[in-house]
């Protein structure tokens, strides 16, 4: 069956780094464009950054755009999220996702087809 497990996340200060890892099982990795959400408490679910597997193409949100970088192992079939310079407000929970074909970057969840269970990130200040 299709499992996306988040892994990495936990406390870290403002300004330090964590890299959430992402391993996809039980579909073709290499078809599907990988995404991460997160959602804090209280709020909606909200999109971070994707990356195309046709080209490598990358999206980021502006809230952590020069901070954060997606990347991908294919032989892992591993989707990685690097979060330097840490803020209080990117406290959440982050959410490893998948949508169907290589070639594009959606931003909104109802692109997405698959989702991990998350992992707790929490900044503190």
């Known amino acids: 069956q299709v499992q996306l497990v988040e892994s990495g996340g936990g406390l870290v200060q403002a300004g330090g780094s964590l890299r959430l890892s992402c391993a996809a099982s039980?579909?073709?990795?290499?078809?599907?464009?990988m995404g991460w959400f997160r959602q804090a408490p209280g709020k909606e679910r909200e999109f971070v950054t994707s990356?195309?597997?046709?080209?490598?193409?990358?999206y980021y949100a502006d809230s952590v755009k020069g901070r954060f970088t997606i990347s991908v192992a294919d032989a892992k079939n591993t989707v990685y999220l690097q979060m330097n310079s840490l803020k209080p407000e990117d406290t959440a929970i982050y959410y490893c996702?998948?949508?169907?074909?290589?070639?594009?970057?959606?931003?909104?969840?109802?692109?997405?087809?698959?989702w991990g269970q998350g992992t707790q990130v929490t900044v503190s200040s």
């Open positions: 039980g579909f073709t990795f290499s078809l599907y464009t």
């Open positions: 990356i195309t597997r046709s080209s490598g193409t990358t």
């Open positions: 996702a998948a949508a169907p074909g290589a070639s594009w970057l959606p931003t909104s969840r109802d692109g997405y087809r698959y």
